[in-house]
């Protein structure tokens, strides 16, 4: 867990130093979520913990992460501690499920870079990263292992933390067609759906709408499309980017320049793009296709102003692309340390960032 001693340093030496951002007041009038591991989306969790579903957006947070806060008291330290707890499950099970196709070294390897990739900050967090990180592991996990039960659980479990949960459909359903295709078996995965159902069903009965999870994107100004749509908006997000750079007239969306963002986050679409070119190459059907199912999901609904938004979280648990990047390193020594340093380096620029409440995903 050394790589949370760079988060938490990094953290902690941006704020003695920079003090936060004033977005922490326009956003956190209240002070719910302040310093390390708290900021942005945790300041939803908290008050969704505390109060439930009050909110139109309130319905884009799954409900299974704000219920393990209120569990630890509707707190920052609960909902850090629950987040950590997750991850070092999430990274046990990650390093059992690649041992068994590619060996002990690729598992260490693999676990490796998921826990240095520059957003794993957010595993750290008052976030549901780590909960869902370790639930689609299980998921998969469990089924590769013939554990049907326990995979439909997971996956049932992981649908309720986060909408990509429904993408766990894609690798499970592979598995058990590999498997001896029990009927029994795959009734499990109706775990999925009635997740899902429950939420809708919970929000109906609390007077709120009921379809909300569905809606919901729309209030956070995403609207669907292609997923090459969702790429070729990023493209052009980049672009506009690059000549705000190079005039010096930067736009403030929504807090602030995110000309350089912008950029960045395309090359990390890229750089996600190729991975998954490799996994489709590299990696079972199971893993690889669950990487794309799961990568089209952002892409297909981009954000007004910023349509990759939050792609570096949705790339940080999306581990079949990590396995890849450790199979090709494993044999590249000078390649491996290179990669890896800069990851350490970019995991505490991001960590600085977000902990002062700068805008990075």
């Known amino acids: 867990m050394l790589s949370r001693a760079v988060v938490w340093i990094a953290g902690g030496i941006a704020i003695a130093a ?25 300041v939803w969790f908290l008050e969704i913990a505390r109060d439930g579903y009050e909110r139109a957006e309130d319905a884009a947070f799954f409900p299974l992460y704000p219920l393990l806060l209120k569990a630890t008291g509707s707190s920052v330290v609960g909902g850090v501690l629950v987040s950590l707890a997750c991850f070092a499950g999430a990274l046990a099970l990650l390093h059992a499920l690649v041992a068994l196709d590619f060996g002990a070294r690729v598992a260490r390897l693999t676990v490796l870079l998921v826990a240095v990739f520059p957003a794993a900050t957010f595993f750290s967090a008052v976030y549901s990263e780590a909960l869902f990180l370790l639930l689609s592991v299980a998921a998969v996990y469990a089924a590769r292992v013939d554990r049907w039960a326990l995979a439909g659980v997971a996956a049932g479990l992981a649908t309720a933390t986060r909408s990509a949960g429904v993408v766990l459909l894609v690798p499970l359903a592979l598995l058990w067609w590999s498997s001896e295709r029990r009927p029994r078996d795959a009734a499990w995965l109706a775990a999925v759906p009635l997740a899902l159902a429950a939420f809708c069903a919970y929000l109906a009965l609390a007077g709120a709408d009921g379809l909300g999870p569905f809606r919901a994107q729309e209030s956070w100004g995403r609207a669907m499309t292609w997923p090459l749509g969702g790429i070729a908006e990023g493209a052009g997000a980049a672009w506009e980017g690059v000549r705000e750079i190079v005039s010096g007239e930067p736009r403030t969306w929504p807090v602030y320049d995110t000309a350089w963002l912008d950029v960045a986050l395309f090359a990390t679409v890229l750089c996600g793009l190729v991975a998954v070119a490799g996994a489709l190459r590299r990696l079972p059907a199971a893993y690889s296709l669950y990487a794309v199912a799961a990568l089209a999901l952002p892409l297909t609904f981009p954000a007004e102003g910023q349509p990759l938004m939050s792609l570096p979280r949705f790339l940080a648990v999306l581990w079949p692309l990590h396995l890849w990047l450790a199979l090709v390193l494993v044999e590249r020594a000078r390649a491996r340390l290179a990669v890896v340093a800069v990851s350490v380096v970019g995991l505490a620029l991001v960590s600085g960032e977000v902990s002062t409440w700068g805008w990075v995903a």
């Not at 003090?19 to 942005?40: Q, S």
């Open 18 to 42: 920079f003090g936060l951002h004033r977005n922490a007041e326009r956003f956190d009038p209240g002070g719910v979520a302040r310093g390390p591991g708290a900021h942005w989306d945790s």
